[in-house]
């Protein structure tokens, strides 16, 4: 079972000073390198609402969460649950999945220029689909964020954007198949499209066949 949150963040403040206590040292120290004030807050406050939907999931306090990153930086705890996080401006989605593993990726809906880097993100059996058909921006933008979602999931960074062949339809769907190349062998995972409101995009790969719950919108910093 995979269940899933979107956070909105509206307020200018949308964390206490004793929240942002929640935060271990790591988290801090990023927050503190961002230079801009708003995205710093964007993103003390999606690691505030990690750490408090994974204490409410484990029935454990959110300071009392320790985090743990594999060689290529994807973050995990021990002994689970898998989790995802994904910002895009004000908007945060977390998936967690109590087994396997689980990739999720958010983005606000706008205008990319996809061309000049389609050779550096898709796979040679992507690559042949869109040189025969035409496709819009919305086309483009799911094909992304569906991409995002399967590399975040594998765990092993950007290196595998052409290692993975994703479905590239515009219209959701409750299932999809995601192709995986990994040491000359092909793996097959399960991709989901989620009904997101305000403006936003986002999907869930996991490599369990996996029932996903209907995405729940939370308000965390009110």
Known sequence: MVDSWFVRLNASEPFSPEQLEWLDGYEIERYLLIKDETKAKRFAAAH????????????VRPFD?????????????????AFSLSRSSDGILIAISARGTIGADLERIKTVDF????????SDSELKRFSQYSYNQIDWLR??????????AIGTGLQSLSDVAIPFYSKKSDYFRVTLRQNGNL??????????????MGSI????????KPIKIVDIFS
Request: aromatic share 18%; proline share 4%.
């Open 48 to 59: 505030i609402a990690l750490r408090q939907i994974l204490g409410n999931y484990l029935n």
């Open 65 to 81: 969460i320790e985090f743990y990153s594999n060689q290529y930086g994807k973050p995990f705890i021990n002994g689970g649950p």
């Open 187 to 200: 793996k097959f995972w399960y991709l989901y499209d989620l009904d997101i409101p305000y403006g936003f």
């Open 143 to 152: 094909f992304w964020v569906r991409k995002e979602a399967a590399v975040k």
């Open 205 to 212: 790969v996991t490599n369990q066949a996996r029932i996903v």
């Open 115 to 122: 061309q000049s880097i389609l050779c550096d993100i898709c």
